[in-house]
């Protein structure tokens, strides 16, 4: 689905990606886990196309990433960072059906994937003529994560989804977060710092540390065969895990 | 070839028609005895059946002669000392070659109207006999006088800075301040001595002491008439009417006709009207229209309001897509927004100076400065709403898959909204302001009771101008703050 080959970037004199090969795979859904500053949320953008690497090349379904496609391209990718990035100046639905406005999807269609997805996320239907600043944290996220699965995109790709949250309400959320990933069947990617959010989520686990790609494997992997010293310590540092296991 | 005839004669029958319906324009300079002498050109060829029009205190010398030599202006009464030892210094001249010299310009100069409006130092009347100062050279014996002269005498070649070396004077405390003011400064006694025309009303008003030029440091400055050589064929009858006045206006005339003006409250015209009457026993006497203050404030709310209205709506079109440039490309950008705060540092009267050969005087030059001094404000709040978007935002545009300008209309201009309208009404305030300076170039306004109000040190005339002024800003205020309402999201508030 996602081929990144070579990518690197580089930040006016600091390396914050090594090259970097990384293959998704069709319908899974892969966890981005590392310590802050590890590259991960680098590399989701080069993904997504708001970061140009500075080598390497990023193939999208086939296809390579450039100027002419990304626009097509984004359209097939949704896209939720934390906080929601919800548009602060529009209401809820507006934020939510903005992209289908501009492309001229007919009314009856809009409402149709409106219901469709406020049911799908479990919104209260009065929260869409909201704005942002009218919401819960948790509503801000299931209204951002509404738009970002809107055009119905192949690709889904999540920066923190649920940092920002309450414990309670991020307990609920990754529950009903996963439900969804797994009904939809879609690609997902999502980036974390918390591994037993990425274990919960992830088919497969990819765990960065200062600009490269440490380990990347499915929970037991990492957890009986770490590749090296720092995802043994990584792994450590995670309290709590068993539960997982 | 019929075509071309006929076009020929169209040229000519469009020129005529507008030569025709040009009046003769006369403007007058910011000091009372001077707009006193306009007006009696003005209703004297008015009089004779000349259509005219006149420009009172539309601005200094060096203005006026340029928009005479621009043909804007047909007509100013100037005076022979300023002109030789002023605006031709450099040219040397001897009183006799100053025909010569003007018609050089293409300008002529009217019989000497007979009196001698010569600059002359003066002193509080009581100061000046404690002191026991008759002459210039007394002056010497006090070092610690204070002097408050006009800006213009300050700069003028026959100003101060040769009258201080033909007297060799000692004094320190030196300051520049506008003619009008220093009358008020000397009556507070913050200045000790100022420099009049003698014909100001005001030596007899304030009890001035005029001193003694004892080294006949002043020239000559015969009032006459200095007009456009072209108009001899435009307006055939203009020359010999305004010699007629010859020798008709002695010192005494002109001082008690500005008296009649600064302390009578009389207007210039009235007194014009008044001596043009007894003078020459007109047949036909001039009927003055009676103008209230409603219909002057009328006037002056309409003059401002358009000026207004017209820079800021300019403004406003332009600096929103400068402002967007600058942030979408920034090295393009810096180099807009040093361009716009430069304009903005220029002294605005210097600005008005530059306009007039570009656009004459009157409402068009005050437009453009003003416009030009809109910009900044509203480039900068522009500039400033689209940086400051929150990167998350920026990137949740791009990321959905909106274009460059769908990202624009819908997502960063609605952002930077706020920012963009506080940008505009800082704009629309410092415009308002401003525009009272549009009286310097006859573009009226609230600038005008304003100016008149201080050449005659009428506090009243000045309010008229400064409490209306105030009131529109308020409104300006309270329109936008409805604007914003409408075009500010529930979302942003």
Redesign the interface.
Known sequence: MLELRGVSKVYGRALALHPTDLSIARGKTTALIGPSGCGKSTLLRIAVGLVIPTTGTVEFDGEQLGRENIRSIRLRTGYVIQKGGLFPHLTARVNVTLMARHLRWSTKRISERVDELTELVHLPTACLQRYPRQLSGGECQRVSIMRALFLDPDLLLMDEPLGALDPMIRFDLQEELRSICQKLEKTVILVTHDMAEASFFGDSIVLMFSGRIAQHGTMQDLVNRPANDFVKRFMRAQRGLHEWV | MFCRVALILLFFAAHTLVCAAQPVRIATKRFTSNIVLGDIANLWLNQSGIETEHRPQLGDTRFLWEALLAGEIDIYPDYTGTLLRETLVRQELEPFELDSALASYGLRMSAPLGMNDSYILGMKEDRARELDVHTISDLNRYPDLRFGFSTQFMDRSDGWPTLRTTYSMPHTFVRGIDHDLAYVGIESGTIDVMDLYATDAEVEIYNMRPLEDDLGHFPEYQAVFIYRADLATRAPDVPALLDSLREAITVEVMRSLNFRVVEGRESESQVAAAFLSGEFELENPLVLEEVTMWDQLRQHTKEHVILVLFSLAAAILISIPLGIIAAKLPRLGSLILGIVGVIYTIPSLALLVFMIPLLGVGGPPAMVALFLYSLLPIVRNTHAGLIGIPQ??S?????????PM?KLL??EL??A?QSIMAGVQTSAVINIGTATLGALIGAGGYGQPILTGIRLSDTGLILQGAVPAALLALVAQGVFSLVERVFI????R
């Open positions: 998350p935002l990137e949740s545009a791009d990321a959905i898959g909106l274009s769908a819908k997502v609605p952002l909204a999201g529930e979302g942003l």
